[in-house]
């Protein structure tokens, strides 16, 4: 059972690394994130929500405002800033001690960084830090890091000076909860908090209406962003392919003639940048609905008496016998 944590561990902590792959590239840099983005992440499901609160941390504590990179010969320098202050809570992790395992409780912060030669991972939690390539692993003093309020900074030292920076990406982390002593996956509670900088592009995880519909009818429209994408606030428009249109995420909308429409929906993040799905909807005239459900009865009808007439002609065929 143990192992089996382990493996579910395992996984969501994969997902949430291949989402930090999603970097910029340019020489020593400046990442801003927006604010407001910190995401709850479903320890089985994996599904994502975006949290402004949270009883269990102070969620700004998290939400990450900008990172920086600098690098003078083989000395690195990465920092990072939140809206709120750099938290101190539990310890590095290490996924093979069991005794952190029972009773994680722990806040860390995680540099990933590209050069021309390595890949670095540099992560910082309660004083404590470690950077990784390869299969080095160092840790790092107190004279490697500091905290002032919101600001993390960390210096670590390159492999080679030759070294040319290519990507730089940032996560915030909060997990909490008791895995070994849970009985099966499903009694596991976990709270896992996340922020990624830069994020992953903005996308649509769905946009959606019935397929068809009636004149007058009241139609239910539905939209959600992909959590943790671009950069919100969001704004939202809505294209009902018969020259109405809406601001709203999840509008209503009536149609006024009957047609196939073509409908879209379109996100625009704070930094101007758009995603959009669209498909189809069949409105169909006043009452047609019923015309056709009349229509099918008759058809029925008229069958079961060509059933039973057939039937009759064949009983009195063999009684003539």
């Known amino acids: 059972m143990k192992q089996k944590n382990l493996l579910i561990i395992t996984m969501i902590i994969s997902s949430l690394f291949f989402l930090t792959t999603f970097s910029v590239e340019a020489a020593d840099v400046t990442i801003s994130d927006g604010m407001g983005d910190v995401g709850s992440i479903d320890f089985l499901t994996g599904e994502t929500i975006v949290v402004s609160n949270h009883p269990d941390i102070n969620v700004e504590n998290l939400d990450l405002v900008k990172t920086t990179y600098t690098q003078q010969g083989t000395q690195a320098t990465v920092s990072l800033q939140v809206k709120g202050n750099i938290e101190n809570r539990g310890k590095l992790l290490d ?3 069991e005794d ?3 009773s994680l409780d722990t806040v860390y912060y995680e540099f990933q960084i590209f050069t021309s030669e390595q890949d670095y991972l540099v992560t910082y939690s309660n004083e404590t830090g470690m950077q990784q ?8 003093t107190s004279s490697n890091f500091s905290v002032v309020g919101s600001t993390l900074t960390i210096t670590f030292t390159l492999v080679s ?3 040319t920076y290519s990507n730089l990406s940032v996560t915030s982390y909060f997990i909490k909860g008791n895995f070994l002593e849970a009985a099966n996956s499903e009694d596991i509670n976990i709270v896992l908090l996340s922020d990624i900088a830069p994020n992953p592009p903005l996308a649509v995880f769905d946009a959606f209406a019935s397929n068809i519909g009636s004149i007058g009818e009241s139609i239910q429209f539905n939209a959600s962003v992909e959590p943790l994408t671009g950069q ?4 939202y428009q809505w294209d009902f392919g018969d020259q109405g249109s809406s601001t709203q995420l999840n509008p209503t909308h009536t149609y006024t003639k009957a047609g196939n429409y073509t409908y879209i929906f379109t996100v625009t993040d704070n930094a101007g940048t758009t995603a959009s799905l669209s498909d189809n909807i069949i ?5 047609d609905g019923g015309t056709n459900d009349n229509q099918m ?3 029925l009808a008229i069958l079961l008496i060509i059933i039973i007439i057939g039937v009759v002609v064949v009983v009195w065929v063999i009684r003539r016998r």
């Open 283 to 287: 409105i169909s005239g006043e009452g």
């Open 161 to 163: 000076a030759d070294e």
């Open 297 to 299: 009865i008759l058809f």
């Open 95 to 97: 996924w093979y001690n």
């Open 133 to 140: 390539y390869n299969d080095v692993q160092n840790n790092l």
């Open 232 to 235: 919100p606030p969001y704004t």
């Open 100 to 102: 952190i395992l029972n």
